[in-house]
């Protein structure tokens, strides 16, 4: 969907569940049984309350994208998960939390704003606290060549920060992403991570043409983060991202400059919260938080921009998500098994 488009269209097909509400073993049992194929779940300490948490997947062709919220707890995956499950990676962004444990043998510890590159055939046991995480599976087809098992499974600051911007970035889009986009949007990733994981020494490794997506990526997250600022000037935006301003001249020019994106991008914020079935903030504080002066002003430019007020909009967007069907938890592996 385009930034003027105003129709709801169904976009992907979605999995959604949420334990929010009910009873703790109820909820417990849920989550227990989502995660099973992957993971066994258990309470942090066996005083602590049962676990429970939230998901919501997207197939991205042959890739699925998927953010979870997890209250604490242990998971582990044994042999026997690991030779039962598909083949693929993992390219996690620790939104909130942390993880804690060992992955292959390996200690790993991820907090806020970290990215880990785990293999499905990875043994695990870790200690997950009150984590918010995006993730994206991609199939080992989809890596031929690349010395994955040598990477290690994190990344080093740099390309860390393009990763979790070109993350974020992702699943931010998916509610109106439309199915006969997602291929584009899958080779467009899986052609980003093979120029990030190429293991030549060569000192442009990070400025190939394959990154200036994740490089606007990385500007559109500086600009989210500093939505409340009264001015994002180029100065300002070039800095963060430590790059020239010819440098991010040059990358905004398809998008019709710098300010023109910067003015666009509190109304995509808007929307795309509004899109998101896991976001349940209300119309005012997402004008709080976008540097809306008032809802009036929110709602005035929205429906210039998208041809409805946000309230309406955001029902409009949640009937056509009910009829574009959800999954069910066995259309989540079965997304998986098929990669």
Not at 275 to 293: Q, Y
């Amino acid at each position: 969907m385009s930034a003027d488009d105003t129709t709801a269209e169904p976009g992907l097909p979605h999995f959604l569940l949420t334990t929010s509400g009910l009873p703790p073993g109820e909820a417990f049992e849920r989550w227990r049984t989502l995660l099973a194929p992957m993971y066994a779940v258990s309470p942090a300490t066996p005083s602590a309350p049962l676990p429970f948490g939230s998901n919501i997947a997207y197939p991205i062709d042959d890739l699925v994208a998927h953010r979870t919220r997890l209250s604490t707890q242990r998971l582990q995956r044994d042999r026997r998960r690991v030779e039962a499950g598909p083949d693929h990676y993992i390219v996690q962004l620790y939104r909130s939390g942390r993880f804690q444990g060992t992955v292959g043998g390996k200690p790993v510890s991820a907090s806020a704003g970290t990215v880990t590159l785990i293999g499905r055939r990875h043994l695990l046991d870790g200690m997950l606290d009150r984590a918010d995480a995006i993730g994206i599976a991609v199939p080992c087809t989809r890596l031929h060549g690349l010395p994955l098992e040598a990477h290690g499974l994190l990344f080093d600051a740099a390309r860390n920060r393009l990763l979790a911007a070109r993350i974020s970035d992702i699943y931010r889009r998916l509610p109106t992403t439309r199915a006969d986009e997602a291929p584009a949007l899958a080779d467009e990733f899986v052609a980003f991570l093979h120029r990030l994981l190429d293991p030549s020494p060569a000192a442009d490794v990070l400025d190939g043409r394959e990154l200036n997506g994740a490089l606007l990526a990385l500007a559109r997250t500086i600009v989210q983060e500093n939505l409340s600022r009264p001015m994002l000037s180029p100065e300002f935006i070039a800095g963060q991202m430590q790059v020239s301003r010819s440098t991010l001249y040059r990358l905004f020019e398809p998008e019709g400059g710098v300010m023109h994106f910067v003015q666009g991008e509190r109304l995509a914020a808007v929307r795309d919260a509004l899109a998101d079935p896991m976001e349940r903030r209300t119309i005012s504080r997402l004008a709080e938080v976008f540097a809306f002066n008032t809802i009036s002003q929110l709602s005035r430019s929205f429906r210039n921009r998208y041809g409805a007020p946000p309230q309406a909009w955001r029902g409009e967007r949640r009937v056509a998500q009910r009829i574009g069907g959800q999954g069910t938890a066995q259309h989540v592996w079965k997304w998986l098994r098929e990669t």
